[in-house]
């Protein structure tokens, strides 16, 4: 069987996150803060993430493995930047943050 430790370590960019930051930054709001949600179910614990910014919080919207966390954090980060852009999943990508500058 093989232990936890000698699994290769699961990579997810930071896409997400760093656009969320972008777009709170261009709209004058405050930098967003990530929080991990455990939720135990069973014999074993699920883990989600929530994106809190300027009073709002999104939440992701699916649970994953303790070792896929850093999904859940670009999850939640990726379903705020479309709540503040107003884009939902069938619409694709949402805009830059930089059309949302000043000229």
Known sequence: MTEATDQ???YVGNKWRD??????????LP???LQDVSD???GR?????RAEFNGTVINAL????LQRLEQAREDAAEQAVR????????RGEPPSPSAYRAN
Not at 83 to 90: E, K, P, R
């Open 19 to 28: 656009l969320l930051k972008a777009h709170c930054a261009v709209r004058g």
């Open 62 to 65: 699916y649970h994953y493995e």
């Open 8 to 10: 290769a370590p699961i």
């Open 45 to 49: 614990t699920a883990w989600t993430c």
């Open 40 to 42: 135990r179910r069973g």
């Open 31 to 33: 930098e967003p803060r």
């Open 83 to 90: 709540y503040l852009t107003g884009t939902d999943i069938s």
